[in-house]
């Protein structure tokens, strides 16, 4: 089956750093997806990704999705606190799989 | 509603005992997701419904596990017989895919298998 491989695992970055996690696939995806996850609630979606080489912002966020389809970036610029939380890429080649997820901690 | 809501948040059950977890998608998504989180992880397929096409069921854990989707709107999760490693949130997200994907997921049921 298809496998997701999502690093870092976890970051502890200063307020105001850029932060940038990433995703491979074992096969190629038609459609990358970010989400954000707060304690005790479901992911939400962040941004979605439909091409290869497709770049996609929303604010500070910005997602890429890779040439070869087989992986995607997010990166967030100048951290704010609430920012803290887990990040999980996601991709679709029918069914949508998760990766295991990044926990991001801001110091203030 | 505005939103997916998933019935009951809260689940607590005996071991060998049946349970039920219903999602209530946002109307007009075609497609339906089942996942379940183990505390600290990732999410796990377990299931999809999309349209009137055949449920892809190939994330079930066990044949426990089932689910069904009536009218293409409410979803039904049982658990027959659950077990302690049932014990996890069990998350449903609503899909449309047209121009872009919009997707949601709902709150999540918090299952513990005493």
């Known amino acids: 089956g298809q496998q997701l491989n999502q690093s870092p695992q976890s970051m502890f970055i200063q307020e105001g750093e850029d932060v940038s996690m990433n995703c491979t696939s074992s096969s190629i995806f038609n459609t990358w997806l970010w989400y954000k996850q707060d304690p005790g609630e479901g992911p939400v979606l962040l941004i979605a990704l439909y091409k290869a080489g497709e770049l996609t912002s929303n604010g500070r966020l910005t997602a890429q999705f890779g040439i070869t389809r087989k992986d995607s970036f997010l990166n967030i610029s100048a951290s704010i606190p609430s920012d803290v939380g887990i990040y999980f890429c996601a991709g679709q080649p029918n069914k949508l799989v998760f990766g295991a997820g990044t926990i991001l901690r801001v110091k203030s | 509603g505005a939103g997916v809501s998933q019935s009951p948040s809260n689940k607590v059950t005996e071991k060998g005992k049946d349970v039920e977890l219903r999602c209530d998608p946002i109307s007009g998504h075609t497609a339906l997701y089942w996942y379940r989180q183990s505390l600290g992880q990732g999410l796990e397929f377990l299931i999809y419904?999309?349209?009137?096409?055949?449920?892809?069921k190939s994330g079930l854990p066990s044949d426990r596990f089932s689910a069904e989707r009536t009218g293409g709107s409410v979803s039904t999760l049982t658990i027959q017989r659950t077990q302690q490693e049932d014990s996890a949130v069990y998350l449903c997200?609503?899909?449309?895919?047209?121009?872009?994907?919009?997707?949601?997921f709902g709150p999540g049921t918090r299952l513990t298998v005493l």
């Open positions: 997200a609503s899909w449309r895919a047209q121009d872009h994907v919009e997707q949601f």
């Open positions: 419904f999309q349209g009137n096409s055949a449920p892809d």
